[in-house]
């Protein structure tokens, strides 16, 4: 089964959504994919001061602007993409992700673990690791940046059956990308984290993002990865199939040989 998977890493603006969109969609132009993954919080950017910018830039999970722009594009192209957003529900914001089809079924993910002063402006997600299919029925996951430094996030998505973890980020702390290609190789899986770039202000606060976005392999192999600097879309093709293996050796699998009554929960 080929399936091209795809990575797009750029700089987004703080609090400048249009303007952020539309760089998304010329970046997207002449990507040909049949999944591409974009980064957390993409068209609001990331260093928020207070409640009422996150509330300024929150969006309806189903026709705010990030919504409505990523059908149009998935429809034009032909392509699922998965793209973070802060999404407005009835009970509070969260940072969210949604991954939207050619069909114009859009699922979301609420971020589970939430790093540092996201703390301050988001609610925590409850929606579990859960798989969606993306076009042509392959099997995707979704968790947001953090996220990664919890095994069982990546964990609970392998055991869920997903064949792509689809990550998007906005990474400052230098670990994640090296980390991933563990969570790949122990899960069987392949990932994409996309992750942004640049430097964001607000205020007297300052964050530099690290770039690095990269496409991992089921066994922990580097396919590609992004420079700290550029912004880009970067398109390879995989076997989402190479994901069911999960034989180590002839001995050894990954699911089978796991021993949970004397794992701790
Ligand atoms: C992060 O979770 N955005 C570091």
């Not at 409640?51 to 990030?66: M, Y």
Request: glycine fraction near 6%; proline fraction near 3%.
């Amino acid at each position: 089964m080929e399936c091209k998977i795809g990575v797009c890493q750029f700089k987004p603006e703080l609090m400048q959504i249009e303007k952020n969109l539309a760089k998304m969609e010329s970046l997207l132009e002449s990507a040909s994919a049949d999944l591409i993954v974009l980064p957390e919080l993409a068209a609001s950017g990331y260093l928020f001061n207070s409640e009422e910018e996150v509330q300024n830039i929150a969006e309806d999970p189903n026709d705010g602007p990030t919504a409505t722009l990523f059908k149009r594009l998935a429809k034009q192209h032909n392509t699922s993409y998965v793209i973070g957003f802060a999404e407005k529900a009835e009970n509070g914001i969260y940072n969210s992700s949604m991954l939207v089809n050619p069909d114009n079924s859009i699922h979301i993910y609420s971020k589970i673990h939430l790093f540092f002063e996201e703390k301050k402006w988001f609610k925590v997600g409850d929606t579990g690791f859960k798989i969606f299919n993306a076009k042509n029925g392959v099997k995707v996951g979704m968790m947001i940046c953090f996220d990664w430094i919890f095994p069982e996030s990546a964990r609970s998505l392998a055991l869920a059956g997903a064949q792509i973890i689809a990550h998007p980020t906005n990474l400052v702390l230098p670990w994640c990308q090296q980390a991933m290609l563990t969570r790949s190789l122990e899960n069987g899986v392949f990932a994409i984290t996309s992750n942004r770039i640049g430097k964001e202000k607000n205020g007297n606060n300052v964050l530099n993002f690290t770039g690095m976005s990269q496409i991992v392999d089921t066994k922990g192999q580097i396919i590609h990865r992004m420079d700290k600097n550029e912004e880009s879309v970067f398109v390879t093709e995989i076997d989402p199939l190479e994901s069911e293996d999960k034989d180590i050796t002839e001995f050894n699998n990954l699911f089978l040989d796991r021993r949970k009554e004397l794992y701790r929960s």
